[in-house]
């Protein structure tokens, strides 16, 4: 695998946290029983972008062309994957 597929299934990641992000905060108007709730869930979801965009950027420092298998153990790619290929599949309400 390509450092640059790698990034492509980061932003994806990133999409999916952001759309959830925005959801999130859309419901913490609803009611002021669950406000706290959802407040709570988008300070986590942030966290979760932040944590997304600190591996971007460090993807970011590679060569798009080289394999990702240089740069990582495969115990470290498959946790990566397995993390990516999580985020990208969850839907808003399941963040």
């Known amino acids: 695998m390509k450092i640059k597929e790698l990034l492509e299934l980061v932003e994806e990641a990133i999409a999916n946290v952001k759309v959830a992000i925005v959801v999130s905060r859309q419901r913490i108007f609803e ?9 709570q869930r988008s300070l986590e979801l942030q966290d979760e972008l932040d944590r997304l965009n600190r ?28 993390y990516l290929s999580t985020i990208r599949e969850m839907k808003e309400h399941e963040f």
């Open 55 to 82: 591996i971007k950027s460090y993807l970011l420092k590679f060569d798009p062309e080289e394999d990702a298998e240089k740069r990582f153990s495969k115990e470290e790619l498959e946790e990566l994957l397995e």
């Open 31 to 39: 009611s002021p029983h669950t406000s706290w709730e959802f407040t």
